[in-house]
């Protein structure tokens, strides 16, 4: 739907608002909005330039504002625009402190406070690169996850979204033809998930890959169907033998694997404990 705008307007970097926005706009197909992304308001004279650009551009407002002024002052620009206004945090947290009791501290951008949480977060990110595509391995024992899988099966990207989880995550290829890492059949510690796919999906991906770094594709076993299925089956006999959790990344996002992935680990070191 072409000509419709959408302003999301923030006292802090907008993250929040815009994950929100992803989630709700995917249910509404063939609508693709402009958006016009408005953070970091906290004074009344940005207020008032995010209002000129909504009157510009007439179109819905969903905000995340704790300031009472400058909420006050974009919902009565909105009435005056007639256009809807929405603070889409506004029924969670008055939900949760009637329920817990306690007062609403109102300051913008706690979420990105520099606290315990956020150096796990950073030191989980450094552990993923450092140990991204087997590199690394003799100190598996140190990460909380390990993903092994053929390549192009999403292993890097879901070791990246643990990371923003705070968990330390790092990946090991499978190739078939090669010995497993001893390190990896040693490792006590952490949780080892098996990632596959699709074989003739895996083969497309692959295509695709090398069209992008422009090398041939028809003179080589990376994209022989037949010898793609044996990789995969290799693979997830290795996963089986050794006990592993396997998760088909075919149809899913990396977002759904990382879930399924942290509901393993969460029974996993329950188990541990």
């Known amino acids: ?144 996850v390990v993903l092994v899988g053929v390549s192009r099966t999403s292993k890097t990207p879901t070791c990246i979204y643990l990371a923003n989880r705070g968990i330390k995550a790092a990946n090991i290829p499978v190739v078939p033809g090669c010995p497993v890492p001893p390190n990896l059949l040693a490792a006590t510690r952490p949780l080892i998930v098996g990632l596959t796919k699709d074989p003739a999906q895996l083969v497309q991906v692959r295509r695709n890959r090398l069209r992008m770094i422009a090398k041939g594709q028809d003179e080589t076993d990376y994209v022989n169907p037949e010898s793609v299925r044996e990789e995969v089956s290799f693979a997830r006999k290795l996963c089986q033998r050794q006990g592993w959790p396997i998760i088909d990344v075919t149809r899913r996002s990396i977002e759904e694997t990382a879930a399924t992935i942290m509901g393993h680990f969460a029974r996993h070191r329950g188990a541990a404990e």
């Open 1 to 144: 739907m072409n000509g419709h705008h959408l302003h999301l307007v923030s006292d802090a970097t907008g993250e929040t608002l815009n994950s929100v926005t992803r989630a709700c706009l995917v249910q509404f197909e063939g609508v693709d909005p402009e958006e016009h992304v408005w953070s970091l308001v906290r004074t009344r004279g940005q207020m008032e330039k995010v209002l000129r650009g909504i009157e510009e551009s007439p179109g819905p407002v969903l905000f995340t504002l704790v300031n009472a002024a400058l909420r006050d002052h974009l919902i009565e620009g909105c009435r005056r625009i007639e256009v809807p206004c929405i603070a889409v945090l506004d029924p969670v947290i008055h939900r949760l402190a009637n329920w817990f009791e306690v007062e609403i501290r109102g300051r913008p951008g706690l979420q990105h406070a520099l606290d315990a949480e956020y150096f796990e977060r950073m030191d989980a990110m450094n552990f993923a690169l450092a140990h991204d595509d087997g590199q690394l391995g003799d100190d598996l024992n140190l990460a909380d």
